[in-house]
């Protein structure tokens, strides 16, 4: 299996119930490698362009004000197989519908306050790492 590397983001509504440690242990024992972590409070510019490709969904103005309301904690996250094992890990969009033992069903409240973002391929993955973080700021794997 490839090795690859996918992007997290730890939403405000899990760094608000101080869940950041809990999030992040649960990924390193999941066997993921942190190259990058940073704590940002995203600009309403920097969400939206972040989330442009759902700009004409219902729910885009909803999700820009969540994301933006309060500090999120980006990472930059590495395995095998990495994209689809951290949407495992990760759960269902909609933590109702999420298996147990998954972030969204221990940390997530509904659809939109859902605690984690994951990108979606591989090919996004290397999208949103970028949009994030200069190739500078992403440590070489271990
Ligand atoms: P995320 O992985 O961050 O990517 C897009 C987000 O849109 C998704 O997680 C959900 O949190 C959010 N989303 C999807 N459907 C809805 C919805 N019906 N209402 C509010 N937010 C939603």
């Known amino acids: 299996m490839a090795v690859e590397r996918t992007l997290s983001i730890i939403k405000p509504d899990a760094v608000e119930k101080k869940k950041v440690g809990a999030i992040l242990a649960m ?3 999941a066997g993921f490698s942190i190259l990058a972590l940073r704590r940002q409070h995203l ?3 920097v969400a939206e362009g972040f989330y442009a490709v759902h700009k004409e969904r219902g729910f ?3 999700l820009v004000t969540f994301m933006t309301r309060s500090p999120v904690v980006i990472a930059v996250l590495e395995r095998d ?3 689809k094992q951290y949407r495992g890990v990760m759960g269902a969009t909609d933590p109702a519908e999420a298996a ?3 972030i969204r069903k221990a940390f997530g409240a509904n659809k939109g306050e859902n605690a984690v973002h ?3 391929s591989v090919e996004n993955a290397r999208i ?3 949009y994030f973080f200069p190739a500078s700021e992403v440590a070489p794997s271990a």
């Open 118 to 120: 994951g990108s979606d």
């Open 81 to 83: 197989d990495a994209v």
């Open 27 to 29: 990924l390193e024992d």
């Open 128 to 130: 949103e790492i970028a």
């Open 60 to 62: 885009f103005r909803e």
């Open 43 to 45: 600009s309403r510019e």
């Open 100 to 102: 147990a033992n998954t």
